[in-house]
């Protein structure tokens, strides 16, 4: 029985809390002792208390990538609990712990795809980074390859990282009720089209691109509802933004269930052109057969194969992506076929199961 602890500091659920509770729900029981350090009161412990996952909660390590206090927690739990592999998300915390703590297996994952700095692109950004990662980690793996080509921008030996694309347990099949259900709840009318955007308020989610393509597409005639789910930092500078240009755009904040969203939705959107990796919201769509229209940036292409599953655009050009969602909305046969081709390529390559037996093959490598 191989001993795996993950750890992660994130307090809120978010991509790599998503992805902790995936492979939690998919391991193999049968071959992997499998537990979960992460600071008090996080999100995720009720959600994987539900699972039946050992949860140690650890403090000095809440939203925190590194501290001292992190680092001297976290090695008192790894020298009791003695893993065969230490997994960390977003915690040198936890690398330098288990390093000081002699594990044999320290691996990492990076969930975000981002521009890294001149500095970190340098040839001494390069040693840095070479030393750093050589001396707490024997392997990293990246949820994108747009996340892949960050390391090796910055120094890291690709033939360390792997190339894990992220996948999801696929949301439930609505009946046609629950589907008339939800879309009273969402006041949609019948016959009315909906282009939902699922993400942060941030603005490198290109909220304002979104709001800018739906102005356009209003003023063209075209019925159809553009619903943005979510909140952030920069929620009120969005929704300034949304109402200086008389958008029809609707914020509809927070939602706990965004399937139920997407469940009523036509189209998926994704406007991101700051930080994306294999985006969640945009998998959950496919799941459930809905196209989708998004950013040529970060990870996106990985999800989107322009032209079959939906269409990919050019960052912050909010005409082109008003012409592909028009297109999806006004050719019944072209939307259809995308519909289609979603769902095949989601049960192709982002399964649960899938995402689940590849990070095992890392673990037992």
């Not at 939690?24 to 995720?44: C, G, H, M, Q």
């Not at 240009?245 to 700051?274: H, M, R, W």
């Not at 012409?323 to 095949?344: F, G, V």
């Amino acid at each position: 029985m191989l001993k795996v602890l993950n750890i992660i500091s994130d307090k809120n659920i978010g991509g790599a809390g998503k992805c902790v509770l995936i492979f939690a729900e998919n391991y193999d029981r049968t071959k992997i002792d499998f537990s979960v350090a992460l600071p008090r009161d996080s999100l995720l412990k009720k959600e994987l208390e539900k699972l039946g996952v050992k949860i140690y909660e650890v403090d000095g390590i809440a939203d925190k990538s590194f501290s001292l206090e992190g680092v001297k927690e976290l090695k008192k739990l790894i020298k009791r609990l003695k893993p065969d592999v230490v997994h960390t998300h977003a915690s040198m915390s936890g690398r330098i712990a288990a390093k000081l703590s002699g594990v044999k297996r320290i691996i990492y994952t990076l969930h975000c795809v981002y521009e890294p700095s001149n500095f970190m692109k340098s040839r001494v950004g390069h040693l840095i980074n070479k030393f750093v990662f050589a001396l707490f980690s024997d392997e990293a793996i990246a949820v994108a390859e747009a996340a892949k080509d960050n390391l090796t921008a910055v120094g890291i030996n690709e033939k360390k990282i792997r190339v894990v694309l992220n996948g999801i347990s696929r949301p439930k099949d609505y009946t046609e009720q629950e589907i008339a259900d939800l879309k009273k709840r969402f006041s949609i009318k019948d016959g009315e089209k909906v282009v939902s955007i699922i993400a942060r308020l941030v603005s490198v989610k290109g909220h304002k691109c979104f709001i800018d393509a739906a102005n356009i597409l209003t003023k063209k005639g075209i019925n159809a509802r553009f619903i943005i789910a979510g909140n952030g930092p920069d929620e009120a500078d969005i929704k300034n933004y949304a109402g200086e240009s008389g958008s029809k755009a609707e914020f509809i904040g927070f939602i706990n269930d965004p399937q139920s969203l997407t469940a009523v939705s036509d189209i998926c959107a994704n406007a991101s052109y700051g930080t994306e990796a294999t985006s969640i919201s945009l998998l959950e769509g496919m799941s459930l057969g809905k196209p989708i229209v998004a950013s040529n940036y970060g990870g996106n292409p990985g999800v989107v194969s322009d032209g079959e599953n939906g269409f990919l655009f050019d960052v912050n050009d909010s005409a082109s992506m008003a012409e592909k969602i028009e297109l999806l909305l006004t050719d019944e046969k072209l939307y259809d076929r995308m519909s289609e081709k979603a769902y095949e390529i989601f049960n192709k390559r982002f399964t649960a199961k899938r995402y689940a037996r590849d990070i095992e093959s890392i673990y037992f490598a």
